[in-house]
């Protein structure tokens, strides 16, 4: 870029801290910002358009346009250019904007005697907060040197705009980060929880967006970029021989770092007047708008690592590392894009809730707070950028909605449920040593699912009968290296330590799918639900497998033992699990180890296959657990982490019911013991149904426990069997409807 346009640009950027810095209102501000673009770029109009919601932008302030369109003139997100420049975050530059896909024409501005057009997004951190615009009478295609001038002037805009320097009166001018905001996402853990904002990973605030001098700026950036450097290096040496998957990671950090592009065009900004955090940030701010329109997966996640990068040499700069002095609230709600197994356990059971952007509901995240029993909202698009430590947050787990510094009358309503909630709880305790037995006499297991010894507490607290499902995958999530056997014989001896004389139905490492090992190479699979997972990853890759049963059997020490395999499709794969473990119970019995008094060895029953497999398989298995989330996704064809279809398929739909009564009635059959085990298992009104076409054990989280028995103390079984069997004659999809108002008809 020319010298001159460089000294141009900072002299630009220059008096715009100038009139910034001056003590004057919002308004001020932008109008007297507004003619100083557009005596600098030589144009009669210079616009600035802010986002009065996340749909609409309003005119703010101009010089060249009819200054009663301003705070008047609206467009909706893709209308005219301006909004075809808010739509796509990209620059629109024409010399014949009348002619230029998408015009718009707004009479009240008079804008109808300018020919050229150049707007450009006004984002930070690849969120967009407006549009700035330039507009004159001649017929002229800014150059691109002009175009990149306008979009640092843009980005200081956004800085300081994020910074509350232009607050004034209406929407488009209020106050960031003070104004109630809902969102909503997905349930990935139910329950409801009020608390203050605690963030994961701090917001890096610029508040020097512009220097006076380059050089001064290139070595701070050089000096920190060297800073950062060392630190991968040093990262990459301690990884040592770790897994491949880490080291990958660590070396695109290293490109990165070492990118000469990357400097160079940082080096740009400075040079028309950013200072180097500025320059940084713009750079973090492009990437992450690429990521948004990327779809290949490589490529994301190493636009996920130059932002990471960016993030780190931020800190660098700035000297605002994650530890930011600020104390974690006493009812803090975790508020984070992701976040991993280990970091979230480190937290422990102290946070109230969660919150991400990004996550699924089965990822590790998610399996981790249903092990502690923390609300969780996944999918909570912006809230990173939007929330400050310290804000008062209320989310809720059951319907996927986080309330961000709430108004009153959501206040009120919010605290009113959970006193409902608490009102629940009380008389749930009250029946917590009863049986779940219904009014025709009718007695059903209740049992909770774990996966961490800090579970083990809720066996009592909950009423629960035993432990349906302990996942054991959880203890290989949260390393960086494969566990001894040692340790897990010692933890799996805990666990029944725990349980005493209760019952601890252990399944083996169920992998792949969304839960791959840090330190197991991820397998490039199109669609891994349907892929190398659970007991396929087992029977291929037998070392670990069988390491695992040697755990399991020295961990029972002489004592009673369950243990069942995930994910089996046909009855061959049973056989052949079944197999390995003979050959571990041979090996310790050669060993002189102290076998199980009693072993039952199931399966988990997650794919429709399995429920028409032959006779002999239900005879063979030692007892069933019908896997309720994987199976109700595989038997609609609906992906349990595709929030467009998931909600769509019905657990009480008639053709589901249909096949699950298959199931039991084979099971009776064979007198093969058979239980349900998922989210659906502790929803009240879908665990009626489940024990009137037959269920007799469900497995669920200890909290749903309570309000599950409570119904089924209050119902007649055979009674809903009927309403289930007229819905089936009727024709009904699903016998939802007519199990609630048979419900209420009893209440």
Known sequence: MAQDTQTESRKLLQRLRDALAEDSAGQERLDKITHLIATSMGTEVCSIYLFRDEETLELCATEGLNAEAVHQTRLRVGEGLVGRVARASKVVNTDDAPSAK??????????????????????????????????????????????????????????????????????????LHQQSVMFRGGCAQEGTAEGHIWLHEPRVVVTNPIADDPDVENQRLSD??????????????????????????????????????????????????????????????????????????????????????????LRI???????????????????????????????????????????????????????????????????????LN?????????????????????VTAFRDKIAMEAKAQERYTSIRDKPATTIDVQTINLHMNAGLMADLPSLTSSGAEGVGLFRTELQFLIRNQMPRRTELAQLYSRVMDAAEDKRVVFRTLDIGSDKVLPYMAPQDEPNPALGWRAVRV??????????????????????????????????????????????????????????????DVGAMLETPSLGFAPKRFFEEVDF????????????????????????????????????????????????????????????????????????????????????????????????????????????????????????????
């Open 390 to 410: 310290g804000d008062h947050v209320m989310i809720d787990g059951d319907q996927g909605i986080v309330h961000l510094r709430p108004d009153d009358s959501i």
């Open 538 to 599: 087992a029977l291929d890759k037998p070392g670990v497998m069988r390491m695992q049963l040697q755990a399991l059997l020295r961990g029972a020490n002489g004592r009673p033992l369950t243990v069942m395999f995930p994910f089996i499709a046909q009855f061959d794969e049973y056989r052949a699990a079944r197999a390995e473990m003979d050959k571990a119970i041979e090996r310790e019995r050669i060993l002189g180890h102290p076998l199980p008094s009693s072993l």
């Open 317 to 387: 700069l700035t000297g605002q590392g994650s530890a930011t002095g600020a104390d974690m609230p006493a009812d803090p709600i975790l508020v984070a894009r992701n976040i991993g197994p280990g970091e979230l356990l480190e937290y422990g059971r102290g946070l109230r809730g969660i919150v991400l952007e990004e996550g699924s509901v089965g990822s590790h995240a998610a399996i981790v707070a249903r092990a502690l029993a923390i609300p969780l909202v996944i999918h909570a698009e912006r809230v990173t950028t939007e929330a």
């Open 624 to 747: 069933l657990s019908i896997g309720g989330n994987d199976l109700k996704q595989f038997f609609f064809a609906a992906d349990r982490e595709n929030e467009r279809v998931r909600r769509r398929y019905d657990t009480l739909n008639v053709s589901f019911l249909t096949f699950l009564e298959g199931i039991v009635n084979r099971c009776i059959d064979t007198n093969t013991p058979l239980s349900f085990c998922g989210e659906d298992a502790g929803r009240p009104i879908e665990a009626v149904c489940l024990a009137a076409i037959g269920l007799r054990h469900l497995s669920m989280r200890p909290a749903s426990i309570g309000p599950v028995k409570s119904l089924l103390r209050r119902v007649n079984l055979a009674e809903v069997k009927e309403v289930i069997d007229a819905a089936r004659v009727n024709g009904d999809q699903s016998v939802r409807p007519a199990v609630m108002a048979y419900l209420r008809s009893q209440s």
């Open 102 to 175: 998408g015009f718009r024409f707004m009479p009240e501005t008079g804008e109808e005697i300018y020919s050229s057009f150049c707007g450009v997004p006004v984002q930070r951190l690849g969120d967009n907060l407006g549009v700035l615009v330039v507009q004159s009478k001649d017929k002229r295609t800014f150059s691109p040197d002009e175009v990149y001038a306008l979009e640092v002037v843009a980005m200081v805009l956004a800085e300081m705009t994020e910074l509350g320097a232009f607050v004034g009166e209406g929407a488009a001018m209020s106050a």
């Open 224 to 313: 920190a970029v060297d800073t950062l450097r060392v630190g991968v290096d040093k990262m990459l040496d301690g990884a040592g021989n770790g897994d491949k998957e880490q080291l990958q990671v660590l070396e695109a950090y290293r490109m990165f770092a070492n990118s000469k592009g990357w400097m160079r065009r940082m080096e740009q900004d400075i040079a028309q007047g950013l200072s180097a955090e500025a320059a940084v940030e713009k750079e973090q701010s492009t990437a992450r708008k690429r990521m948004e329109q990327v779809s290949d997966a490589y490529l994301r996640e190493r636009l996920h690592d130059l932002d990471d990068l960016s993030n780190r040499l």
